[in-house]
């Protein structure tokens, strides 16, 4: 997201110069337009280079706003820089520990819940904000199920995300046992990945789940499939569900903190217990059961995923705090030269 976020951004128009950790294929896709890219260690203890070069950076390029992205770039971002007047904001993605953004100005948080957490540890409500992620809405045509050794007869789930423990793909595999009819892609890779592929031949369940490795498709996967299921334990966002939301594709999601925050059980998607897998098999009988109510929570989803999640809605509100964050920066300049 952080890549697709400064790509919008500088398709709105505003300057940015972007400072990465060295990888060189994400320089090349950051560098359109003249946007110019900044790479370095970000490394351990020992790493002298990366704060006195984000420094000689903000001196050069005088921003009005430095926006920080993970912890070790927020502890980067030095207090002043002499003749450089700047606001530090930080975007945090998880329930990180605020001792790393002490030099921040303002967190931005993209759940609510994540907003709420920062007021739990005393910061500032003023200064703490709700700015979501968004995807695109492009509309992909389905993949063939054939390539993948899927009969066209099943009902085909679609499970996304890295194979870890989090994401509760244990849980997704073992309601498969009450869902004969269905078969059931796994897209991700991650740690977990044999400890899931013996379950899957213990259970006896070879021929109707596919792992498909790492996937740079998934609005297409989303097209292919008739259900998204999110079977995460602990999940704060729940981006999968706006992915499939934005293709207008019904999802049941197991109720961690962000797909709880995103959904309206039995509106735009299904909420069921954690670590449960009758229950989730149950939530996806229901709606492949339910014709009207599967069109319901598909076309509901959609509505969600334009009202609040779109490409243009999110820029605008990132553009909104900005303006916010760095009102009077400029007259302070103009008194002072």
């Known amino acids: 997201f952080f890549e697709r976020m400064i790509l919008a951004l ?53 921003p009005d706003l430095v926006f920080s992205w993970m912890s070790r770039a927020a502890s980067r971002v ?34 609510r819940d994540l907003v709420r957490y920062f007021a739990d540890k005393r910061w500032p409500p003023e200064r703490a904000h709700y700015l979501p992620n968004f995807v695109s809405g492009e509309i992909q045509q389905p ?60 259970l006896g369940l070879e021929d109707r789940v596919r792992f498909l490795g790492w996937r740079n498709d998934v609005p297409a996967l989303l097209a292919s499939a008739d259900l998204f299921v999110c079977s995460s334990r602990h999940e704060p966002l729940g981006n999968m569900i706006i992915e499939a939301w934005a ?34 098999a149950s939530a996806i009988r229901r709606l492949l059961g339910d014709p009207l109510l599967y069109d319901a929570v598909a076309v509901a989803g959609r509505k969600a995923y334009e009202q609040d999640f779109t490409e243009s809605r999110v820029v605008e509100r990132y553009l909104e705090f900005i303006e916010r964050a760095t009102f009077g920066l400029h007259a302070v300049r103009v008194e002072e030269a």
């Open 78 to 111: 030095p207090r002043d820089v002499p003749g450089t007047r700047f606001v530090h904001a930080a975007r945090m993605g998880g329930y990180y520990d605020l001792k790393y953004y002490t030099t921040c100005d303002h967190l931005v948080g993209n759940t």
């Open 247 to 280: 293709q207008t594709k019904p999802v049941v999601a197991a109720a961690a903190q962000g797909p709880t925050e995103l959904i309206r059980d039995g509106e735009n998607g299904l909420l069921v217990p954690l670590e449960n897998p009758a229950a989730l």
């Open 10 to 62: 500088n398709r709105s128009g505003l300057r940015q110069r972007v400072i990465i950790r060295h990888d060189v294929d994400r320089a090349a896709r950051l560098k359109t337009d003249g946007m110019e890219v900044v790479q370095v260690p970000f490394g351990g203890w020992f790493d002298f280079t990366t704060t006195k070069t984000i420094a000689q950076e903000i001196d050069r390029f005088e």
């Open 143 to 202: 993949l063939r199920r054939a390539d993948f050794d899927t009969p066209e007869t099943h009902d085909l789930l679609l499970g996304l995300g890295r194979l870890h423990r989090n994401k509760g793909f244990d849980t997704l595999i073992n309601c498969m046992l009450q869902l004969p009819n269905c078969s059931l892609w796994l897209a991700g890779e991650g740690p977990e990945r044999w400890r899931l592929r013996r379950q899957v031949k213990r």
